[in-house]
Structure formats: structure tokens, C-alpha cells
């Protein structure tokens, strides 16, 4: 009875153009619930300064760490969230379409050369944000490391997929497009380093300034605060660096955590110039 009737037609189509839609949502809803799981899988994971002696500053450190993970595995699972709903409810109009019996190669068409239109218009928006999602994808760098761009060096306080912005030494704030950046010196990924060249007269005692740059890498190691909270390697003396005909140079050298190379630096320098002055050995200006 219902197949002779004149709307059966209509309902069969309507309730197929109800399953497709249904069908896409679930399948969207799917999706989105993957990349949640993956991205909160990626939001956790090990941490750099746990490696290292615990203390107050290294746990600050893991949850800087942790923000940091967890910014970038939202952003990306933003992108990907709307990429696979684009993806998939896009097919299910385009089938809707179809089943309607409506022409969808002139759509397509006039789809594909509005994309070329806005790629030759915005290639350099497209560049910026294909370059954020690489940097995003690996790590290069996050909210908190120092970083040098090449035109700005700063403190990362925010990335996003078109713009990094950075703050200098002199408080000015940098917006870079991501697209822009062609090379990225991290300074504060994982470990950083401190080093002092130490440079005294070319007739001083080898030996003696040596021991004395020793013993002051040992009072810097066995200093408690430092090493709870700076500084993760004892520090090394690598003996004559460079030399000349008016000076000899020794490098002191110590690993520290991450951004923490400036403070135990100044500390270096501290302690350094008061043991030289207690032995009566002076420095010497660079030439």
C-alpha cells in the first residue's frame, strides 16, 4: 500500500537525507572524541626537570613544563577538531546534495577556484599558520623559554598558529609571524649553560689558577641553594682556553636548568673575582 502511494518517494528520501546526517554527526562526534583522548594523552608525559635534584624552582619548572604541553596539545586538537568536522560534515552535505539529486560538480568547481582565489590571496596567512603548526607539532619552543628569531630576541609569552609574541630584556614586546621565522636559537630547552673566561696575566701560574678555579667550582656545587635549585652538573674548569702573548685565558663552566644560566653566571663571576683577589692574582682586560 505504502509503495503505491505518491509520497513514499519523498519520506524514503527524507528519512535516507535523516540517516546521512545522523550518520556524519556520529561519525564527528567520533572523531572528536579520539582526538581528545590522544590529545590529553599528549598533554601528559615526563618531565625534563625531574631528571634533575627536586626542589622548590624545579617544580615550578615541571609545571611551566606542564602548561606548556598542555597548551600546545589544545591548539593542535582545536585544529584537528575542526579540520575532521570540515572533513565530515562536509561529505555528508555533499552526499545530502547528491541524493537530492541536485548538481554538485558545479559547486565543487566554484569551491575549488574560491580556494585558489583565497591561496593566492592569503599564501602569506597560510604560510604563517602551516609554519605554527609545525612549530606547535615540534616543540621548538613554548610560553617561558628564551628565545632568539633572528629580529627579536625575548621571553615566549604566548604562541598561537599566525604569531609569537616575545618580550625583550627592555620590556618591549615583539609580534613575529611564524611564517617569518627562518631559524629559532632556544636557550632554555632542557639545560642551558653558564661559562665565565677568566683571564690573567700570561705569567701566572698555570697550576695555581687552575686549583683556585677548581676549588671554586667545588664551594659552587656544595653550595646547597644553588644546587637544589640552579644548577644540575658539577662545574668544570677546562683549563687554558685560549692564549696570547699578554694573556691566558681559563673557561669555567657549569650546566644549569633551563633560564637559569643568567643567575649562576653573576654568581660565577661573584666568586671567581673574590678568590683571584684573595690570592693577589689580577685579571686582565680582554685585548
Known sequence: MFDNAPWAPLV?????VILILVLAFVVRNIAHRLITRVINRAATGGSIASRFRKGAVTDGIDAL???????RAETMGSVLKHVASIVILGTGVLTVLDRLAIPIAPLLTSVGILGVAIGFGAQELVKDFIAGMFMLLEDQYGVGDVIDVGGAI????AVTLRVTRLRDADGRVWYVRNGTITRVGNE?????????DVR?????????????LEHVAEEIWADAELRE???????QVFGVEQLSDSSLVFRISAKTLPAAQAEVSRELRLRVKTALDAAGIPMVAAA
Do not use: C
Not at 524514503?12 to 535516507?16: D, G, P, R, Y
Not at 632554555?188 to 665565565?196: P, T
Not at 690573567?200 to 683556585?212: E, F, H, P, T
Open 12 to 16: 524514503a528520501t527524507f528519512v535516507t
Open 200 to 212: 690573567v696575566a700570561y705569567d701566572a701560574d698555570v697550576m695555581s689558577v687552575r686549583v683556585l
Open 188 to 196: 632554555s630547552q632542557g639545560w642551558s649553560r653558564a661559562y665565565m
Open 229 to 235: 635549585s640552579k644548577i644540575v652538573e658539577e662545574p
Open 154 to 157: 625575548g621571553t615566549v609569552e
Open 65 to 71: 613544563l606542564h602548561e606548556r604541553r598542555k597548551q
